[in-house]
């Protein structure tokens, strides 16, 4: 099995920051990619952010605000949001594209998700 644990949302005013971090463990034999989505009530879910390697992607709503890193030795990825805005409110869920053995493609698995309030 895989999971993935998030933390370090919570309330936060605007104009200020949180950090998510993600760390997934268990059968794991590569990452091939992991990232961020979100979703806010009566909203569909969105994409935020992913890195593969080095390579770095974000939505044009989060560009310039949002910065998405890992570490490949603690199998864990970070989205740090500066500049937050009300509209950022939403439950963050991140993702990892994932192979558990040599032998099988890559599975999208997901963590529980973490609520992300912004609000004076």
């Known amino acids: 099995q895989v999971q993935l644990v998030e933390s370090g949302g919570g309330l936060v005013q605007p104009g200020g920051s949180l950090r998510l971090s993600c760390a997934a463990s268990g059968s794991i034999f590569s990452i091939n990619s992991m990232g961020w989505y979100r979703q806010a009530p009566g909203k569909e879910r969105e994409w935020v952010a992913s890195?593969?390697?080095?390579?770095?992607n974000y939505a044009n709503s989060v560009k310039g605000r949002f910065t998405i890193s890992g570490d490949n030795a603690k199998n864990t990825v970070y989205l740090q949001m500066n500049s937050l805005k009300p509209e950022d409110t939403a439950v963050y869920y991140c993702?990892?594209?994932?192979?558990?053995?040599?032998?099988?493609?890559?599975?999208?698995?997901w963590g529980q998700g973490t609520q992300v309030t912004v609000s004076s």
């Open positions: 890195i593969t390697g080095s390579s770095t």
């Open positions: 993702y990892g594209l994932i192979r558990r053995t040599s032998r099988y493609e890559p599975l999208k698995y």
